[in-house]
Antibody, heavy 119, light 107 residues
Framework: QVQLVQSGAEVKKPGDSVRVSCKTS????????IAWVRQAPGQGLEWMGWISVYNGNTNYAQKLQGRVTMTRDSSTSTVYMELRSLRSDDTAMYYC????????????WGQGTLVAVSS | DIQLTQSPSTLSASVGDRVTITCRASQSVSAWLAWYQQKPGKAPQLLIY???SLESGVPSRFSGSGSGTEFTLTISSLQPDDFATYYC?????????FGQGTRLEIK
């Protein structure tokens, strides 16, 4: 069965960087892209960006351009999201999600990784 | 970016009611729209994709319609398990966005 398992919770200080991993299994890794979606406490869902696992191409939300990088490691079927220059408003639950075949809906999600940014 | 506006933001209803949630896009997204249900502390669950296609395993009381800039999610007969927050998401072009969410509460 398709599984996306994310790394554990992180506590960071303002200005730090964080890297969250999303290890996938149960399907052909190269056939589907992975998106990252975050949710601040009590708030809605925010699409952060997407990576083509096939060729490494990325699309990032404009508000995060320059601070976010998504990469993949095909040898371990793992996708990574790095966010730099963290601020308090980056405190959120971060989810990875697998897209549909050549389509941008998300039927499979990771369990979420809480990133807390506090001085 | 394409903006999505959901209405209402909060909806109070009773078990057995028929409810409709609307999602309006700031420009046409054709039929590239999905709907999700989210419960507290859980990841979102896909309900509908391509505006009106029901995801496998989702009860048939959920349905979606629309195209272009106006879309609706309808629950034909509310069940206790349906009280949750619902989000629309557009996936037109290369930059995707979610609506702000509609919280469905028990009246």
């Amino acid at each position: 069965q398709v599984q996306l398992v994310q790394s554990g919770a992180e506590v960071k200080k303002p200005g730090d960087s964080v890297r969250v991993s999303c290890k996938t299994s149960g399907y052909n890794f190269a056939s589907y892209g992975i998106a990252w979606v975050r949710q601040a406490p009590g708030q809605g869902l925010e699409w952060m960006g997407w990576i083509s696992v096939y060729n490494g191409n990325t699309n990032y939300a404009q508000k995060l351009q320059g601070r976010v990088t998504m990469t993949r490691d095909s040898s371990t079927s793992t996708v990574y999201m790095e966010l730099r220059s963290l601020r308090s408003d980056d405190t959120a639950m971060y989810y990875c999600a697998r897209d549909g075949f050549s389509s941008g809906w998300y039927a499979y999600w990771g369990q979420g990784t809480l990133v807390a940014v506090s001085s | 970016d394409i903006q999505l506006t959901q209405s209402p933001s909060t909806l109070s209803a009773s078990v057995g009611d028929r409810v409709t949630i609307t999602c309006r896009a700031s420009q046409s997204v054709s039929a590239w729209l999905a709907w999700y249900q989210q419960k507290p502390g859980k990841a979102p669950q896909l309900l509908i994709y391509k505006a009106s296609s029901l995801e496998s395993g989702v009860p048939s009381r959920f349905s979606g319609s629309g195209s272009g800039t106006e879309f609706t999610l309808t629950i034909s007969s509310l069940q206790p398990d349906d009280f949750a927050t619902y989000y629309c998401q557009q996936y037109s072009g290369y930059l995707y966005t979610f609506g702000q969410g509609t919280r469905l509460e028990i009246k």
